[in-house]
């Protein structure tokens, strides 16, 4: 059983910073890469920002310059730190990770989501 659990998220005023983790447990084998995604009311589940595990990124137009993804592959971990913050970033983000479990080949798991709201 492989779990992804997220904390981090709340309420911040425009202009302010909020940092996400996640952490992979569980029966893991490998991780590939890790990720986040959001989804706004109304809108569909986007990608944020992704890292490979030896450590490529890749960021959405909209939060580059801004937002920042990093990795612990000894902790199987995954931190979002995002600066700048603006209301049009209010969320529910979701960690993500492409990975080959003990008992299962390559998949994708999701976390629960936490919730970011960008409001003054």
């Known amino acids: 059983q492989v779990q992804l659990v997220e904390s981090g998220g709340g309420q911040v005023p425009p202009g302010g910073s909020a940092r996400l983790s996640c952490a992979a447990s569980?029966?893991?084998?490998?991780?590939?890469?890790m990720g986040w995604y959001r989804q706004a009311p109304g809108k569909q589940r986007e990608l944020v920002a992704v890292i490979t595990s030896t450590g490529t990124t890749n960021y959405a137009d909209s939060v580059k310059g801004r937002f920042t993804i990093s990795r612990d592959n000894a902790k199987n971990t995954v931190v979002l730190q995002m600066n700048s913050l603006k209301p049009e970033d209010t969320a529910v983000y979701y960690c993500?990770?492409?990975?080959?479990?003990?008992?299962?080949?390559?998949?994708?798991?999701w976390g629960q989501g936490t919730q970011v709201t960008v409001s003054s």
């Open positions: 569980g029966s893991i084998f490998t991780i590939y890469a």
């Open positions: 993500n990770a492409d990975l080959r479990s003990i008992v299962t080949t390559q998949r994708t798991y």
